[in-house]
């Protein structure tokens, strides 16, 4: 019990750093370096480069060398939480424990399901046909473990619930996790 009330203060304090550094790097047009961030939001300079870097990693935040120092400022890229919703293909994103994270919805459209029935489910647990047969493959857990790389090429998968071609590729979520995303045709 209290092991998990240390994690949820844990967690909070790291969103609540990261929130700061965001909301500093939203006046600055220029950017700053991590000195500058510590010393302006009075922060330690150690959790202050922890937390640019998970910011950086999630695309929400830009570093560039100038000289000998690392200046740092929002980033002008979308995330990838921002487009998917909208990418022109069905897609599912799963995290690093292999649960969905999301299912845009010409996915829940293709395979006749609910987003809320499948998101934060093992893969392999899912009231969907197709995600059992994505887990059983293996291609996905190996993209998301990092010992296979996905993004060279569509891959055939075929079971009793069709024919489909898919296209993984490796991912990095808003929160720092890890995982893939299964972007999804029929054959």
Not at 58 to 87: D, H, N, T
Request: charged share 25%; aromatic share 8%.
């Amino acid at each position: 019990m209290v092991e998990g009330r240390e994690q949820h203060q844990a967690s909070s304090e790291c969103e609540d750093g990261r929130a700061r550094i965001l909301n500093l790097l939203e006046e600055e047009t220029y950017g700053l370096s991590i000195s500058d961030i510590s010393r302006k939001i009075d922060l330690n300079r150690n959790s202050v480069a922890k937390y640019l870097n998970m910011l950086v990693v999630a695309g929400k935040v830009e570093m560039q060398i100038v000289g000998s120092a690392r200046v740092y400022r929002l980033a002008l890229r979308l995330p990838v939480s921002a487009i998917f919703p909208f990418l022109p293909e069905a897609a599912v994103s799963v995290g690093s424990d292999l649960r969905v994270r999301h299912a845009n919805a010409l996915f829940c459209d293709l395979f006749s399901l609910e987003e809320a029935a499948v998101a934060g489910m093992m893969v392999s647990e899912t009231p969907c046909v197709f995600l059992d047969l994505l887990a059983d493959f293996g291609h996905l857990e190996g993209v998301v473990r990092g010992r296979r790389e996905g993004n060279r090429a569509w891959h055939p998968l075929e079971g009793e619930c069709g024919r489909y071609l898919v296209w993984t590729v490796p991912a990095v979520f808003d929160d720092g996790d890890y995982g893939a995303i299964a972007v999804v045709r029929l054959e």
